[in-house]
């Protein structure tokens, strides 16, 4: 069964330098390199044991005001099924602790693997853990570490549960970091870093470049930006030095460069911290690439299955009278108009000249009526 290992690890820069195959790359430490071993249930390892996997890590970011380096390489590991056992880095070349005063001391960070099958019938996936070492405290101010996971985060050390119920860890992954506290800095204005504004698509076997830029906003003759230290890196991914911007003496940027590979198709996550000379750091900004195997085409429609058209219904348009052949036509006798009476005016009456009666009529009136009734 194939499985991939994450190993991270800080180093003093630059005694060790910042090159691939960390330490062992750096002049005087050809023989540094060593292999993480078994060291509980050793029995059920799965053969681990007669294939170890060892140290050699590449350098992800450093710091000269720092001192400090950090180096990560992810490696396959071939197990059997149900392999479980204890894993351990070992050495005794800690920084110096001043409490308590000791140096020299041996330490080890141990992880388990557990590839037996969970509740579910699924192989369980470990949470992934990484900080930056050491953390910069100011004393007698309280400070929130925060430690970015893929699961949930249990003091320094993570582990996963099948269920809120349950009190065995399914997977537990050390996390191991120095604090140093330090005085009252001059400028307690942490710097800022700018969020990117580019696309966060990538394509497999497609380079992108990109400036990761943050600003300080103390005053120049109290503090400057003196680094943008990577806490959380990306295999393959390469950055450059710390520049000033010709335009805002205020910014800087470090460029990065990439070249996604086909084992990398997912989500994968860079973070990083801005510190300035007095080693006071921004707030940690993570940004989370989405990585393809191809651009997505933009689609096409699908082709549409042909059925059987139906009439539609017509409706029933106005006929238009066909045009007629004209014959000639003889001229009808035209009949007059009636004609609307005109309104007629009286014509003015002559008085005429009274005629005298005859004067017989008269009298025969009057002999009427004048004759005796009988």
Known sequence: MQNTSMESYSWTYPYIKCLNNVPSSTSGFSSANTNLTCVVDCSTDGGYSNAPIDILTDCTSASSSMNMLTSERSKNISLSADAHFYLAYRGNAWVALNYPTQQGLD???VTHIDLRKRLDGFINTPPVAKVVSPQYVIVNRTVQINIPVSDANVGDDVEDFIDTTSMTPM???????????????ACSIEPIIFPLDRCLEVQVGVSISFNLSAMNLCNASVATLTGIIVSSGITGMNRGNLTRSSTNSSIYYVLFTWTPQTNQV??????????TSENLPSDQYCVTFTLLLQRPRPQQPLPQRLLPQQPLPQRPLPQQPLPQQLLPQRPLPQQPLPQPPLPQQPLPQRPLPQQPLPQRALLQQRHRQLQPLR
């Open 171 to 185: 997977s537990s992954v050390p996390v191991q970091f120095l604090i140093y506290v330090q005085s009252q800095p």
């Open 266 to 275: 997912g989500l994968q996550e860079l973070c990083t911290i801005a510190y």
């Open 107 to 109: 330490w080890s960070i």
